[in-house]
Nanobody, 117 residues
């Protein structure tokens, strides 16, 4: 059973930074494409950034240049470094894992990020 546990959310002022972490347990981390999604109240869940098992990354236009996704396969953890945060980044952030062969998808429980002065 794959489990994803997120941490690192919180409240920060505009222009501040946060780093989210997501640890995977129960399977081989390196065979998963990992992603971060977010959902603000009244909005649909949207993709923030993704990193493949090979380390290729992509990010949404709204966060490009401000957010960086990375992974540490030895620690079975994916990170989202968020800089220059804006109020519109306020949302619940979810970690996502997709098996590269079976395409099975798993979600974390979500962590709240609030950007406010």
């Amino acid at each position: 059973q794959v489990q994803l546990v997120e941490s690192g959310g919180g409240s920060v002022q505009p222009g501040g930074s946060l780093r989210l972490s997501c640890a995977l347990s129960g399977n081989i981390f390196s065979i998963y494409t990992m992603g971060w999604y977010r959902q603000a109240p009244g909005n649909e869940r949207e993709l923030v950034a993704v990193i493949t098992s090979g380390g290729s990354t992509s990010a949404a236009d709204s966060v490009e240049g401000r957010f960086t996704i990375s992974r540490d396969n030895a620690k079975k953890t994916v990170y989202l470094q968020m800089n220059s945060l804006k109020p519109e980044d306020t949302a619940v952030y979810y970690c996502n894992a997709r098996h590269t062969i079976t395409r099975n998808v798993y979600w974390g429980q979500g962590t709240q990020v609030t950007v406010s002065s």
